[in-house]
């Protein structure tokens, strides 16, 4: 396995196409040869190559966690009428898609769904939902994740399109709670610093069924993590998720910073961080690692022979 994923990281490695995000002024300054790749099985061993300590803010990784926060609270039913699980085919920060649907959110990979997801997390006030998140996701990570306050504040003072959309859904009655504590807390949940390891800790506990490998820790019950997955697959890589189940097989979620997560489901989380983006905001290098891992091991949900590489 450390030999594959060597393997991998090499291949990967050779690719310098694709930009660092700069929407959002406090990604611009990341170092775009930083490269990270991390495998946590469900056994919770770790095989991993290059900056896998280097830590990034979560960005909309952080979606499909939350997602799963909400499900283990209010249940299957409730989440999928409220947040919906199809994909929308649009932007992840359409306006158009929540106007043609009736202010319903399509997804919770889009921000409009996040925001949703956010938003009808049982809590007594936005302090109350922040700490939910917070603890959350730690436990997914198997450490308390803290948060990166440069981003918080570089994104806080951007996310005029966050905030419309939540007035727009509010208008809609889609969120009842206050769209501006809403965007604040989603835009904290944004900003958590996560490494390479920790997304594949987090993502093995998705295909361990909801326990956390490393630590033993039940996080969220396994239909959650079935859901959560489903979801991942369908909507996951922003306008090329087909494409990517197409080509991968696999469920998976991007994040503007340059991580990417991908789940192979009762065996491992796989995880990248690689800044450089392509067109629609997905990490180049870790998607192409990505797709070698899933043909050589034969990770590929639609298939069941491993790929075996000529060279």
């Not at 196409?17 to 495998?39: C, M, Q």
């Not at 409220?82 to 959110?105: W, Y």
């Amino acid at each position: 396995m450390d030999r594959l994923v060597d393997a991998a990281f090499a291949h990967a490695s050779r690719h310098a196409e694709g930009a660092v995000a700069d929407y959002i002024p406090a990604l611009a300054s990341a170092d775009p040869a930083l490269f990270g790749l991390s495998v946590v099985g469900v056994d919770g061993e770790a095989h991993e190559a290059g900056d896998t300590g280097s830590r990034f803010s979560i960005q909309s990784i952080s979606k499909a966690f939350v997602y799963a926060l909400l499900c283990d609270a209010v249940g299957h039913e409730e989440a999928l009428a409220v947040v919906g699980v199809n994909n929308t085919g649009l932007a992840f920060n359409s306006v158009v898609a929540i106007e043609l649907n009736d202010g319903h959110p399509m997804n919770p990979m889009v921000n409009a769904g996040a925001l949703a997801t956010t938003a009808l997390l049982p809590a007594s006030d936005a302090a109350d939902r922040w700490h939910l998140i917070q603890r959350g996701l730690s436990l997914f990570a198997g450490r308390d994740l803290a948060l990166d306050e440069e981003v918080y504040r570089s994104e806080a003072a951007t996310n005029q399109r966050n905030g419309a959309i939540a007035q727009l859904m509010a208008s809609y009655g889609r969120i009842t709670e206050d769209p501006a504590e809403v965007v604040d807390v989603y835009t904290r949940q944004c900003s958590l610093l996560v490494d390479a390891h920790d997304l594949a800790v987090m993502g093995a506990t998705l295909a361990d069924g909801g326990v956390n490998p490393v630590r033993g820790v039940r996080v969220v019950a396994a239909d959650v993590a079935r859901d959560t997955l489903a979801v991942m697959a369908a909507s996951g890589l922003y306008e090329n998720s087909g494409e990517w189940l197409f080509e991968v097989g696999l469920p998976g979620k991007s994040g503007v910073s340059g991580g990417l997560l991908t789940v192979a489901p009762g065996k491992a989380g796989i995880a990248a961080y690689a800044p450089r983006l392509d067109g629609v905001g997905n990490s180049v290098r870790g998607q192409i690692a990505t797709a070698y891992l899933s043909r050589v091991l034969g990770l590929n949900v639609f298939v069941s022979t491993a790929y075996i590489p000529t060279a």
